[in-house]
């Protein structure tokens, strides 16, 4: 039976409730799952990836879209944060730096494993984009 309401939406507003004077309860609750999702894929790359002498196709495909997934997420977080208002400028701070921590560890790992290599990749690019 579907709801139509995930227990992540669900969480989601029982931050906003839970903290009605926080005017970033939500975006706290959203980096949280962001940080936990990190986490997770962290694990599954050394697992999966690193742990394996030549990752499938596939794998690599898996890892670039969960990559791509979770990089966007932190500059949707990122920007949320520059947009609101209230904050102190040493608290926008701190949390800006906590998202460009994780920002910095998941732009590594796609320079490590999706990055252009070689020279080949750009002269083949290089008629398209002319």
Request: aromatic share 10%; with cysteine; hydrophobic share 40%.
């Amino acid at each position: 039976m579907d709801s139509g309401v995930s227990s992540r939406e669900i969480r989601a507003a029982t931050a906003r409730l839970a903290h009605p004077a926080d005017p970033l309860a939500e975006w706290r609750f959203e980096f949280e799952e962001w940080q936990t999702a990190c986490a997770e894929f962290q694990q599954m790359e050394q697992n999966q990836i690193v742990g394996d002498d030549h990752p499938a196709p596939l794998q690599l495909r898996q890892h670039r879209y969960l990559l791509f997934q979770l990089m966007t997420q932190g500059e949707y977080l990122a920007l949320c944060l520059e947009q609101s208002s209230g904050l102190k400028a040493t608290e926008l701070s701190g949390l800006m730096d906590q998202v460009e921590a994780f920002l910095g560890s998941l732009g590594d790992s796609w320079h490590t494993w999706h990055g252009e290599a070689l020279p080949a990749h750009r002269e083949a690019l290089a008629r398209f984009l002319a």
